[in-house]
């Protein structure tokens, strides 16, 4: 499996060949559901809230005596027919967190990486040797290699800031350094970028 080659300034260089050990073209969508329902689960604030019956204030006498009087059987005015009553099996504060094993995590970026490989939406970038954040160093980047206002996902061979620091006020660019990306950001991404010496030097290291 091939990707294109680009680079620092955006200008196309050939093809360059994948590491088998990681680019194999096996993309397993079970793994990719699981790690990314986990991740958008892990999303939610679960700050969601109700009162029970236990917690209304009010109604602690009985409405009206049990018999002989034709209605039915009441023992507070806050059961949860009543108007102001508790609600019944309501939500309560809650952690919505999947755990998700650490290998299932891995087989699921391996299928990430190669859907997107697969697709041609994979390709290498000579190493990005920023000096001083600037915008329009990333920007020409992004011309450069034609991309046309998708999503971007920037793969750091280690942790560069100016890289960071250089992307972070251009919409729909997302900057991860190799192996913190999750399957669900290359999900995310139209477009996979990835310095060649991260894959060089680390091969399948995730």
């Known amino acids: 499996m091939e990707a294109m080659t680009y680079d620092a300034a955006g200008q196309a260089g050939g093809s360059m060949s994948l590491p088998d050990d990681l680019f194999d073209g096996t993309v397993n969508e079970a793994a990719l559901h699981q790690v990314v329902t986990a991740v958008l689960a892990r999303g939610r604030q679960g700050t969601a809230s109700t009162k029970n019956r236990a917690a209304v204030r009010g109604g602690s006498r009985k409405p009206w005596r049990q018999k002989g009087t034709g209605r039915a059987r009441q023992g507070t005015i806050r059961a949860a027919q009543w108007r102001g009553g508790g609600r019944v099996f309501g939500p ?23 859907a997107r490989a697969l697709d041609g939406d994979l390709a290498l970038v ?15 980047l992004l011309q450069g290699i034609g991309s046309d206002g998708g ?5 750091t061979d280690g942790h560069k800031p100016n890289v960071y620091l250089s992307a972070r006020n251009i919409p729909h660019v997302l900057v991860r350094t190799w192996g913190e990306a999750s399957a669900y950001d290359v999900l995310w991404s139209d477009l996979v970028l990835i ?8 091969g399948a290291e995730e």
């Open 92 to 114: 309560s504060p809650r952690s919505y967190d999947v755990k998700v094993s650490k290998s299932l995590r891995r087989l699921a970026i391996r299928s990430a990486l190669n």
């Open 151 to 155: 999503n971007v996902l920037l793969l």
């Open 195 to 202: 310095e060649s010496t991260a894959l060089q030097e680390k």
């Open 126 to 140: 000579a190493p990005l040797d920023i000096e001083a954040p600037r915008t329009r160093t990333i920007s020409e």
